[in-house]
């Protein structure tokens, strides 16, 4: 019997219980949109967004409860999220994402977690950020 896995032997924790599960998730979302607030450097991402941003911010946590392995808040509220669809009335090129990412970066540097594990958050947003592109510079 050698294929026999204890209960918990294999298991993996999720990105979304890394980070703390829902309570987490809500800090570094508040702690996003504080960096956008005030960081100068994400001037253009945050003239996009509008004034009181408390509903984008409540639909980013939402999202990203699924996104990162727990409960998938924002479908089962809104259905499937059509993420770059929705994205398409706003110009996003190459500055646009990286002020996101800058963001992003600062609120996980915020949270206490481990290096290995910023990395590998940084490499997952890279990747859905730079899919949000709708332009090429
Ligand atoms: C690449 C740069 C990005 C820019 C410039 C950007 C910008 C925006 C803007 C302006 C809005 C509308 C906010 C409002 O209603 O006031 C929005 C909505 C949203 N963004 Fe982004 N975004 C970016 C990347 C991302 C990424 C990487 C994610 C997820 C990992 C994301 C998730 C969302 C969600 C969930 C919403 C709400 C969508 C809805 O209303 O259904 N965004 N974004």
Sequence with gaps: MTNVVKPGQNYKLSQYEKLGGEAGVRQLVSYFYQ???SNPKA???REMHAVDSSEA???LFLFLSGWLGGPSLFIEKYG???LRARHLPFSIGIAERDQWLLCMQQALEQIEIEKPVLDELMQAFFNTADFMRNKQS
């Design 57 to 59: 911010e409540e639909k």
């Design 80 to 82: 499937h999220p059509r």
């Design 35 to 37: 960096a956008m607030e």
């Design 43 to 45: 001037k253009q991402i």
